[in-house]
C-alpha cells in the first residue's frame, strides 16, 4: 500500500500563510498529476489544486484561487496558502491523480 505524507499544517490565523508539503515515495509520482484535497467536519471532501508532473498549467478550486498556490519537485509536492480564511479550516490531503494514493491527512486549522 503506497502511503503519501503530508508535512505542514497547523494552526493559522486569518490573513496569514501556512505551507504544505507532500511526499510521494520513490516513483510513484513519476508521469502522476498530484492534487491536494480537504474535508471540513459535517462537508465532502472537495477538490483544491492539481499540478501536473511537468509543474505547469496548474488548477485550483474556485474558492482558493488567486490565494493558493501549488508546485512540485518531482515527488514533492507543496501548498502555499496565503490570505487564509477560517473557511479554510479542514483537514487537508495528498493524492495522486488517477491512483488510489492518499496521504493520512493534516490539519489546518484558521482562526478569526
Known amino acids: 500500500q503506497v502511503q503519501l505524507v503530508e508535512l505542514g499544517g497547523g494552526l493559522g490565523q486569518a490573513g496569514g500563510s501556512l505551507r504544505l508539503s507532500c511526499v510521494a515515495p520513490?516513483?510513484?509520482?513519476?508521469?502522476?498529476?498530484m492534487e491536494w484535497y480537504r474535508q471540513a467536519p459535517g462537508k465532502e471532501r472537495e477538490f483544491v489544486a492539481r499540478v501536473p508532473w511537468s509543474g505547469d498549467n496548474t488548477y485550483y478550486a474556485d474558492s482558493v484561487k488567486g490565494r493558493f498556490t501549488i508546485s512540485r519537485d518531482k515527488n514533492t509536492g507543496y501548498l502555499q496558502m496565503n490570505s487564509l480564511k477560517p473557511a479554510d479550516t479542514a483537514t487537508y490531503y495528498c493524492?495522486?491523480?488517477?491512483?488510489?494514493?492518499w496521504g493520512q491527512g493534516t490539519q489546518v486549522t484558521v482562526s478569526s
Open positions: 520513490g516513483r510513484t509520482s513519476n508521469g502522476r498529476d
Open positions: 493524492h495522486l491523480r488517477l491512483t488510489n494514493y
